[in-house]
């Protein structure tokens, strides 16, 4: 069964360090998100994105933030400048159909963790 | 505003039992209802949906869930619970006008004992 893969499994960085994290979603797939999920706490979205832009994003993807996708089957997020909060697991999310009855298929996430 | 609750932290069953993981939800509209679950070290896993139709809603692994739009839920349930159940779970909910986001509830641990 197809997957979604990420790229690092967990990273380490200092704070003020750029930081990108690689998702494959599933081939066929065109719609893709990006989730966090700071330790102990809820998944939150992030951002959606779909026809090579941004499709809706969450008021915690402020201009550190951007995603790309830079060849026809990588998805990246970048953080320019990693804070202390920004430590969490994100996960990549990819979907073949158009929102809202479509199922996400997550991967299986990067630990991000900033010092 | 849109709200997922999951109002219990952990539950408790015994292999065999029959297993519920409760979720509410607060959306305008009619929802969108999915359930998640998560294996440590894991990303989440699609268990199943409620999208239109019939209110039982039925998905992998032996799981299904009852949509009840009176009582705004989506229980999750099982009739056999499973030692290899034992996971989080996420309850999520998108509505029809903000369709790109999911909400999730906070996660209930389900712990199976043999």
């Known amino acids: 069964e197809p997957e979604v893969t990420q790229t690092p499994s967990h990273q380490v960085t200092q704070m003020g360090q750029e930081v990108i994290l690689r998702c494959v979603p599933i081939?066929?797939?065109?719609?893709f998100y990006w989730y966090r999920q700071i330790l102990g706490q809820k998944v939150e979205f992030l951002v959606s994105f779909y026809n090579n832009e941004i499709s809706e994003k969450s008021e915690i993807f402020d201009d550190q933030f951007s995603v790309e996708r830079p060849d026809g089957s990588n998805f990246t997020l970048k953080i320019r400048s990693t804070k202390l909060e920004d430590s969490a697991m994100y996960f990549c999310?990819?979907?073949?159909?158009?929102?809202?009855?479509?199922?996400?298929?997550f991967g299986p996430g990067t630990r991000l963790t900033v010092l | 505003a849109q709200s997922v609750a999951q109002p219990e932290d952990q539950v408790n069953v015994a292999e065999g039992n029959p297993l519920t993981v409760k979720c509410t939800y607060s959306?305008?509209?009619?929802?969108?209802l999915f359930w998640y679950v998560q294996y440590p070290n894991r990303g989440l896993q699609f268990l199943l949906k409620y999208i239109t139709g019939d209110n039982l809603v039925k998905g992998s692994y032996g799981f299904e869930a009852e949509f009840n739009k009176s009582q705004t839920s989506f229980h999750l349930k099982k009739p056999s619970a499973l030692v290899s159940d034992s996971a989080l779970y996420f309850c999520a909910v998108r509505d029809r006008n903000n369709f790109n986001k999911f909400y999730f509830g906070s996660g209930t641990k389900l712990n199976v004992k043999p």
């Open positions: 081939s066929n797939h065109l719609y």
């Open positions: 959306v305008s509209g009619n929802p969108y």
């Open positions: 999310a990819s979907s073949d159909r158009v929102p809202p009855s479509d199922t996400q298929y």
